[in-house]
């Protein structure tokens, strides 16, 4: 297993699809698309490290995240820092465009900031909230028994995925596969060859001015 630290939100994208995983964070591949760039917009908000005061809560946005003991880092959305009897306890807030979503992946990749928090401050993180662009209201999360444990299973599943060579197959949803921006590249219906080697030899060709595909260019 790997023993950098895992990306906080390779966990929402091993839970979304292990191959769209493996393809951003082992062979670093990405490309934008419609979903992805409004995703951006919505960040642009709380991308920059800032700190202020509201209603008595301190908020600090894009705040650096970590837990050496599951080999965690990432980056915070937003944490509040809500004033209690017994200091300040983290509310961390994550941003999504969209609406809420069938699956855990988000909540797991906030439960990630909220456990990396614990460990940080040493105050215990029961609750945080997602909050989505379409419908522009935040989603409590609770950060239960089971939500715990889902999210340090995932954290054992990346890290055993970026130690592989080799591509997991594609995801069987194939309306995850329509909405990803790496549908391209990702190929599913080809799974199990590279996509660095398909953009490599794409490249190639790019550079030759031979614009065509051919099957040898298949990844």
Known sequence: MTTDPVPIAALQHMLYCARQ?????????????????EGRVLHDTVDQRQQHRRRGVRVVTALPVYSLH???????????????????????????????KAHRADAVQLCAQALCLEEMTGRPVSEGALFYGETRRRQGVAFDTDLRALTEDTVTRVKVLLAET??????????????????????????????????????????????????????
């Open 21 to 37: 995983c493996a393809l951003i964070h082992v062979e670093r591949v990405w490309e934008e698309n419609r979903l992805t760039a």
């Open 70 to 100: 599951l080999g965690l880092s990432g980056i915070a959305d937003v944490v509040e820092f809500h004033q209690g009897p017994e200091g300040e306890t983290p509310y961390p807030v994550e941003y999504k465009r969209g609406r809420p």
């Open 166 to 219: 080799t591509l997991p197959p594609p995801t069987e949803d194939s309306r995850r596969c329509r909405a990803c921006s790496l549908n391209e590249p990702c190929r599913p219906d080809l799974a199990g060859r590279s996509a660095h080697g398909w953009w490599t030899r794409r490249v190639e060709r790019l550079m030759a001015g031979d614009d065509a595909d051919s099957e040898d260019d298949l990844p």
